[in-house]
């Protein structure tokens, strides 16, 4: 990259795709970064191996092979159930044995809170002693909404109080479940406690909102990513291009991964756009 942003590719745009594939491509396209996202509901085949010791290595193994970094683990589900710590715990283990220390989830439902503010705190000194820090995200439909604005997650890191909590923002997630919100102002709101941000553009088509390369969308990125910048706060380019949202924010998945000359497209034209105004 020809800038000093830490910027990497999210796996999300390759839905459907072999990830040696996936990680190559992200190479030979100049990406320095890569994010796995191994998040519930928005990709396809997640299951328990997907953290196991072997799936590690394998991961470690690809990350040698193109000589890429990895900063960040995808791993949302609903942070609310009972059964949310000891995921968690098993994220953790896997994000540890990838050389991960940032973890990005969304929350849970906004009628689930206190579940959610009771199991992250105790999830948070295990977090602490491994050395980890769990990113809430904004969410981008229903299932997601406890946080939402940016006030809202300030209010959830109070409640939690723990220094192994922070954010990762996601301005395009904004735009699907807050559409009257101004996206941008919001992130630039967390970016005090920020350390990590998803870089997604979005365009409405209908009443639905899907995913374009960044820079021919509605959010103007210009301020933020300078920001990003000046902080040297690393961030991944999320483009579920195989997903879009119906007008409620309901995640929809293609039947069928998004054609690989579709998804070099989408990265080269976001890289170029990044490019010109990150510098």
């Known amino acids: 990259m020809s800038h000093p942003l830490k910027l990497g590719v999210n796996t999300s745009i390759f839905d459907g795709h072999d990830m040696d594939l996936a990680f190559g491509i992200i190479r030979e396209l100049g990406y320095d970064y890569v994010e796995l996202a191994y998040n519930q509901g928005y990709v396809g085949d997640l299951d328990d191996s997907l953290f ?18 990895t900063l960040a683990l995808g791993c949302t589900f609903n942070l609310a159930r009972p059964e949310a710590v000891g995921y968690l715990q098993t994220r953790i283990g896997f994000a540890e044995a990838i050389g991960v220390k940032l973890l ?8 689930d809170y206190a579940a959610l503010v009771n199991n992250l705190r105790q999830i948070a000194p295990q977090l602490e002693q491994a050395g980890c820090c769990l990113l809430i995200e904004n969410g981008g439909d229903n299932n997601y909404d406890a946080f939402a604005m940016a006030a809202e997650g ?12 922070a ?19 919001q992130m630039m709101q967390l970016l005090p406690q920020m350390r990590h941000c998803h870089i997604k553009d979005v365009v409405k088509q209908g009443s639905e909102f899907h995913f374009p390369a960044i820079g021919q969308g509605l959010l103007d990125y210009k301020p933020l990513l300078k920001e990003l910048v000046k902080r040297d706060i690393p961030c991944t380019l999320e483009i579920p291009l195989r997903m879009h949202r119906l007008a409620d924010s309901t995640p929809q998945r ?5 054609a690989l000359e ?17 510098g």
């Open 52 to 69: 196991s010791q072997q799936n590690a290595q394998r991961i470690r193994s690809l990350l040698d092979k193109h000589q890429l970094k």
């Open 262 to 278: 579709r998804i070099v497209q989408v990265l080269s034209e976001s890289k170029k756009f990044i490019e010109d105004v990150a």
């Open 167 to 185: 954010f990762n923002g996601d301005a395009g997630n904004m735009v699907s479940l807050r559409p009257q919100a101004h996206a941008i102002q």
């Open 104 to 111: 990005n989830a969304c929350t849970a439902k906004r009628e």
């Open 154 to 165: 300030e209010q959830l890191l109070r409640e939690v109080g723990s220094t192994a909590l």
């Open 254 to 258: 293609g039947a069928a991964p998004v």
